[in-house]
């Protein structure tokens, strides 16, 4: 293990705070901060509102979508996916994803003996090159304290039973290295295309706390 890539496999632990994960807490100390600093550099001149607006509308184009495609080039691809879990970077330059920063990206692949759950407990880092704009909750206290200490319970509160007889891996991400999970395929999806298994894929399952779900039937 080292400092960018802490796993963790823990059973409950009531000892620690099990504040549910909701989206309703009022803006952070980080957050808090960043607004400060911004305002502080337009008004030293150091950036200009345009740039930042720039900036802005290149997070705002990145979407799940991109991930989303990544993913299911990985399930049908091997060789692509050999790639992309040796340097999920330069795996996703090959799809035309930029990256607009020097963060590293490791993709982490679930098995049927091993699931992956991305947290950044410090702050908020997260692979917005491929994901966009993290959701509410991701930047909470709750999930970034629980996720840690006891994943299962945090993934039973999403409705995801992982078995006791599977590891669970929480890494965590930080300023300069950042992960993505590679999920499981679903059952029953050998005769979709890549379109289509890229449409299954969500952000949360490339969080991973929740699995990608397809259904035969409905389909």
């Not at 963790?8 to 504040?19: E, F, L, R, S």
């Not at 991930?67 to 091997?78: L, P, Q």
């Not at 920063?101 to 679930?110: A, G, K, M, R």
């Not at 029953?188 to 490339?206: F, I, K, S, Y």
Request: charge should be negative; charged fraction near 25%; hydrophobic fraction near 35%.
């Amino acid at each position: 293990m080292n400092d960018h890539d802490q796993h963790h496999d823990h059973a409950h632990d009531h000892d620690h705070d099990h504040t549910p994960i909701t989206a309703d807490e009022q803006p952070g100390y980080y957050e808090t901060l960043e607004t400060a600093i911004r305002e502080l550099l337009v008004e030293r001149k150091l950036f200009g509102a345009d740039e930042i607006r720039r900036q802005i509308e290149v997070l705002d184009s990145r979407t799940p979508a991109l991930g989303a495609k990544v993913v299911a080039r990985a399930w049908t691809d091997g060789e692509f996916k050999t790639r992309l879990l040796g340097n999920g970077r330069s795996a996703c330059e090959e799809l035309g994803i930029t990256f607009y920063d020097d963060t590293q990206l490791i993709v982490l692949e679930n098995t049927d003996a091993v699931h992956n759950l991305i947290v950044c407990t410090l702050c908020s880092c997260y692979p917005r090159p491929v994901l966009g704009l993290p959701p509410d909750w991701y930047k909470l206290k709750p999930y970034r304290a629980r996720a840690v200490h006891e994943p299962r319970a945090v993934l039973e509160e999403f409705g995801t039973h992982i078995p006791s007889d599977v590891e669970i891996r929480v890494s965590d991400s930080t300023a300069v290295v950042r992960y993505l999970v590679l999920p499981l395929r679903p059952n029953g999806t050998d005769h979709l295309t890549e379109e289509q298994l890229a449409d299954l894929v969500t952000r949360d399952a490339m969080i991973g706390v929740i699995p990608v779900s397809y259904n035969s039937e409905a389909a």
